[in-house]
């Protein structure tokens, strides 16, 4: 598990420097999180250090019980309230912060840092790559569970990277790089 928290804890210090050098104008650019600014994406990513487990449970029931309806929620008012410096300054206090998602384990934060970070360097233009050995812990996490959470079907496809040895699926074979099969299966649109 170290191993795997240390890549957490790298992640978050690569997002943090990212986070440090955007402009006031970039904060407010959109991600690959649809209907998110940069400044709704870093507040739903620092949300699990500023909200208590009742915390949590008390918006999930404002929310009707369901989690992105939350997590939008959330996002958006805490992005009108906090500035850009205390949702960076958050990140940077809570880089070996020990949140695991729920059922997700430590795989599963650093599933959700890394994924994230590409929501909001690849929908910036920002020449910056996830490590391989970051890409292979999350990729190893893929599976039926989490594709249909992110409503993506592959059936008929494999997925295979080119900079890794990954595939995911059986069939006619798409090949991209590693960040972009993992943002593919996480549902997300590429730019053109």
């Not at 992640?11 to 709704?40: H, Q």
Request: glycine share 8%.
């Amino acid at each position: 598990m170290t191993d795997v928290q240390t890549a957490i804890a790298a992640e978050r210090t690569d997002l943090v420097a990212v986070l440090r050098n955007l402009s006031a104008d970039d904060w407010n650019r959109t991600t690959l999180c649809e209907g998110w600014r940069v400044r709704e994406l870093v507040a739903h990513i620092v949300m699990p250090y500023r909200y208590s487990t009742p915390r949590v449970l008390k918006e999930m029931l404002k929310s009707r019980g369901n989690f992105n309806r939350m997590a939008d929620r959330r996002a958006r008012a805490d992005a009108a309230e906090l500035t850009p410096t205390e949702l960076t300054d958050t990140l940077e206090a809570n880089i070996h912060h020990q949140w695991k998602p729920p059922g997700g384990g430590y795989e599963g934060a650093l599933s959700h840092d890394v994924i994230h970070g590409l929501d909001l360097t690849v929908a910036l233009g920002i020449n910056r790559h996830v490590p391989l050995d970051r890409l292979r812990i999350v990729l190893a996490g893929a599976n039926p569970k989490h594709l249909k959470y992110f409503g993506v079907d592959l059936t008929g496809l494999q997925l295979q990277a080119t900079d890794l040895d990954w595939t995911l699926g059986a069939g006619e074979v798409v090949e991209d790089t590693a960040e972009n099969l993992l943002l593919r299966i996480s549902g997300r649109r590429l730019p053109a």
